[in-house]
């Protein structure tokens, strides 16, 4: 008998299962980020500002973060695979209602739907991870769970600036629709319930406010959602500003953009990969040690080099550390903020998750208050993520407090 269900798994069910969970933890990143490079086409259909379009995208992560705190806590209590299957049925009626919306107030209002519908696939797929595995193993498993989730943020508008060669911008959303019947599909052949009846109602744990208490009572959990919003919040603030910098402001076409998206992938996907082998190693508090003081690097350049005239030349290299560092952080937050809490892994990542989703869909508006003429306000937005990332690690996670992975 061996210590947790994972191990049972044989290597191709394993990697099936882990394949069908990076699809479903994809769905969210994908339904928030692929139709950025459209927030031109947008802002001209409907004819109205940059902060308006880029308030669809708070709308979106409000409504993923509301979906997140419901769903989290609904899956501790009954399982996981129903809430996920309705959940990510609604996405798939909001998809379609935003690619048919008339106006950008039912546009908004779907967004915040649409976000809810894909919040499941997240923090469900997270919770059935933590499910199946512990240790390193959790550790490497999180990793591969979060180069989809690390990368799909940045490869989303890749895919998004294609599609519009060939599509009008509400084609993006029929694509989302067809991503979700598909996951659904998947969810129904492959994936079997990772928590069993006699593990919902255990003592002490089986309430609501058990598992809130038992999670925020946590001073490594406190810590890392912290670390972990605060690095979303820096990657939203390039994402609901890259778009029109790079096209308004240094004439990018859609195409070349999605290149500049590419090249940020490559950073996200060698920061993942780097991340689970390194905290294998070290310990996932040291790997942050590291990112966290990376992330305040990269900012620093993108400011002090726009403030020197380097055009694009000067904005490319830290963007692509920047997303490096974001890989390299977001395993281990996820390996730490659920390391504790088998007993209410869904109360933990929707929470997780929710804080991540609410700080990144205020930094869009406050990016959005500024003119969009050069890097320095996206800059200095990422830059005060990065610095609270690091007090946050410093001060509450406090690396040389938390105990080895086994």
Same mark, same amino acid.
């Given at each position: 008998?061996?210590?947790?269900?994972?191990?049972?798994?044989?290597?191709?069910?394993?990697?099936?299962?882990?394949?069908?969970?990076?699809?479903?933890?994809?769905?969210?990143?994908?339904?928030?980020?692929?139709?950025?490079?459209?927030?031109?086409?947008?802002?001209?259909?409907?004819?109205?500002?940059?902060?308006?379009?880029?308030?669809?995208?708070?709308?979106?992560?409000?409504?993923?973060?509301?979906?997140?705190?419901?769903?989290?806590?609904?899956?501790?209590?009954?399982?996981?695979?129903?809430?996920?299957?309705?959940?990510?049925?609604?996405?798939?009626?909001?998809?379609?209602?935003?690619?048919?919306?008339?106006?950008?107030?039912?546009?908004?209002?779907?967004?915040?739907?649409?976000?809810?519908?894909?919040?499941?696939?997240?923090?469900?797929?997270?919770?059935?991870?933590?499910?199946?595995?512990?240790?390193?193993?959790?550790?490497?498993?999180?990793?591969?769970?979060?180069?989809?989730? $690390? #990368?799909?943020?940045? @490869? &989303?508008?890749?895919?998004?600036?294609?599609? +519009?060669?060939?599509?009008?911008?509400? /084609? =993006?959303?029929?694509?989302?629709?067809?991503?979700?019947?598909?996951?659904?599909?998947?969810?129904?052949?492959?994936?079997?319930?990772?928590?069993?009846?006699?593990?919902?109602?255990?003592?002490?744990?089986?309430?609501?406010?058990?598992?809130?208490?038992?999670?925020?009572?946590?001073?490594?959990?406190?810590?890392?959602?912290?670390?972990?919003?605060?690095?979303?919040?820096?990657?939203?603030?390039?994402?609901?500003?890259?778009?029109?910098?790079?096209?308004?402001?240094?004439?990018?076409?859609?195409?070349?953009?999605?290149?500049?998206?590419?090249?940020?992938?490559?950073?996200?996907?060698?920061?993942?990969?780097?991340?689970?082998?390194?905290?294998?190693?070290?310990?996932?508090?040291?790997?942050?040690?590291?990112?966290? $003081? #990376?992330?305040?690097? @990269? &900012?620093?350049?993108?400011?002090?080099?726009? +403030?020197?005239?380097?055009?694009?030349? /000067? =904005?490319?290299?830290?963007?692509?550390?920047?997303?490096?560092?974001?890989?390299?952080?977001?395993?281990?937050?996820?390996?730490?903020?659920?390391?504790?809490?088998?007993?209410?892994?869904?109360?933990?990542?929707?929470?997780?998750?929710?804080?991540?989703?609410?700080?990144?869909?205020?930094?869009?508006?406050?990016?959005?208050?500024?003119?969009?003429?050069?890097?320095?306000?996206?800059?200095?937005?990422?830059?005060?993520?990065?610095?609270?990332?690091?007090?946050?690690?410093?001060?509450?996670?406090?690396?040389?407090?938390?105990?080895?992975?086994?």
């Amino acid at each position: 008998m061996t210590g947790h269900p994972g191990d049972e798994l044989t290597r191709s069910r394993r990697i099936t299962t882990l394949v069908v969970l990076g699809l479903l933890a994809g769905l969210g990143p994908f339904t928030i980020d692929l139709y950025l490079p459209a927030f031109p086409a947008l802002k001209h259909e409907f004819a109205t500002t940059d902060a308006t379009v880029q308030l669809t995208l708070s709308a979106t992560t409000l409504g993923f973060a509301l979906g997140q705190l419901i769903v989290g806590p609904l899956s501790d209590r009954v399982g996981r695979r129903r809430p996920l299957l309705v959940a990510t049925s609604v996405h798939v009626i909001a998809s379609v209602g935003v690619a048919l919306a008339p106006d950008i107030a039912s546009l908004l209002a779907l967004r915040v739907l649409q976000g809810f519908g894909a919040a499941a696939g997240t923090v469900v797929a997270m919770a059935m991870v933590r499910d199946l595995f512990s240790g390193k193993r959790l550790v490497t498993a999180l990793s591969r769970l979060a180069l989809v989730i $690390g #990368l799909a943020p940045i @490869a &989303a508008p890749v895919l998004g600036s294609w599609l +519009l060669g060939i599509l009008h911008w509400r /084609g =993006l959303f029929w694509v989302l629709a067809g991503y979700a019947v598909l996951v659904i599909v998947l969810q129904v052949v492959f994936l079997r319930e990772t928590l069993p009846k006699h593990l919902r109602t255990l003592p002490g744990h089986s309430t609501l406010r058990q598992r809130y208490r038992a999670v925020l009572t946590d001073r490594v959990f406190v810590g890392v959602a912290i670390i972990g919003a605060s690095i979303f919040g820096g990657m939203f603030a390039y994402l609901s500003t890259s778009s029109l910098l790079l096209q308004e402001v240094y004439g990018f076409s859609a195409g070349e953009f999605g290149l500049i998206f590419a090249l940020c992938s490559l950073g996200v996907l060698a920061g993942t990969q780097t991340a689970g082998r390194a905290a294998n190693r070290v310990g996932p508090q040291w790997v942050l040690s590291v990112s966290t $003081g #990376l992330l305040v690097v @990269a &900012a620093i350049l993108i400011v002090t080099l726009d +403030l020197a005239g380097g055009g694009v030349a /000067g =904005l490319v290299p830290p963007l692509i550390l920047y997303a490096f560092a974001f890989g390299l952080s977001m395993p281990c937050v996820q390996s730490l903020a659920l390391a504790n809490h088998a007993r209410e892994a869904g109360t933990a990542a929707s929470l997780l998750g929710a804080l991540n989703m609410s700080i990144a869909g205020l930094i869009s508006p406050v990016v959005g208050l500024f003119r969009i003429e050069n890097a320095i306000p996206m800059g200095v937005v990422m830059l005060a993520c990065g610095v609270l990332a690091t007090c946050a690690l410093w001060l509450v996670v406090q690396p040389r407090r938390v105990a080895p992975i086994e």
